[in-house]
């Protein structure tokens, strides 16, 4: 059984770097913002009351968020662990946390605020399945569409520059803190999230002494006037 925390700014990649992992390592990953994003377009009453909050890049009060996490991992449908993202996010959702599970490990994705701003602006989301693209780095098939299932690729409601400069600052301040408590007990492990997604991946897996993913099949050996040449 594996738990983990993964932190680090908005655009550093949690989503990503949790979804590689634990669809290797039979992990659920747990996203409390999915959570709140299914609500809010399902039009639940949860959604309703977390809508504007959100949207204003602000964080939702922890009696809701308490109460979210307590069910979804009650669920336990997580036999062999689970990675969570967006949580904890200040120090009473921590000391909550660490009153009911061990943990271990936390994940820090290291992004400086200059490269957050580039990749959150650029980001897009699928409005049908939810699959997260970057207009730079991993831009769909067909401009506005997504690859896997053909929705609308839409901009989260809170990816705007005064809702992202709003999340920075909350995450400064209180999730910061968090972070400082979980090394103290040395739980931290911190990854520069700035190479590509499959270099942090295999960065986390090496420092958390996790297989390293089976490698995909070679490419064919591009010709030699290719190489200096750009591409992707
Ligand atoms: P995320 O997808 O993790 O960036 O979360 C999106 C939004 O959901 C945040 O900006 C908050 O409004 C809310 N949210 C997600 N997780 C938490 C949390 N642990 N505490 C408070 N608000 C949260």
């Given at each position: 059984m594996r738990k983990y925390v993964i932190m680090g700014v908005q655009g550093s990649?949690?989503?990503?770097?949790?979804?590689?992992?634990a669809a290797d390592l039979d992990l659920v990953h747990i996203s409390v913002g999915d959570i709140f994003r299914w609500n809010v377009t399902n039009h639940t009453k949860m959604g309703a009351q977390v809508q504007r909050v959100m949207a204003a890049g602000e964080l939702v009060g922890d009696d809701l968020v308490e109460s979210v996490v307590q069910r979804r991992l009650a669920e336990h449908d997580w036999n062999f662990g689970f990675v969570i993202d967006g949580f904890?996010?200040?120090?009473?959702?921590?000391?909550?946390?660490?009153?009911?599970?061990?943990?271990?490990?936390?994940?820090?994705?290291?992004?400086?605020?200059s490269e957050v701003r580039r990749r959150v602006l650029s980001r897009r989301l699928c409005a049908?399945?939810?699959?997260?693209?970057?207009l730079i780095a991993d831009s769909p098939h067909v401009p506005g569409r997504c690859d896997s299932c053909g929705g609308e690729l839409v901009r989260r409601q809170d990816d705007t520059e005064q809702a992202l400069a709003v999340r920075l600052r909350e995450y400064h301040e209180k999730t910061n803190p968090v972070l400082d408590l979980f090394r103290r007990k040395e739980y931290v492990i911190t990854v520069d999230a700035r190479p590509s997604k499959e270099a942090v991946q295999l960065q986390i897996r090496s420092r958390l002494g996790l297989p390293v993913a089976p490698a995909a099949p070679a490419a064919p050996a591009a010709p030699a006037f290719a190489e200096g040449h750009g591409g992707h």
């Open positions: 990649g949690k989503g990503t770097q949790s979804d590689m992992l904890p996010r200040n120090a009473r959702q921590a000391e909550f946390f660490l009153e009911s599970y061990d943990i271990d490990g936390v994940i820090h994705l290291d992004l400086p605020d049908e399945c939810g699959m997260d693209y970057n």
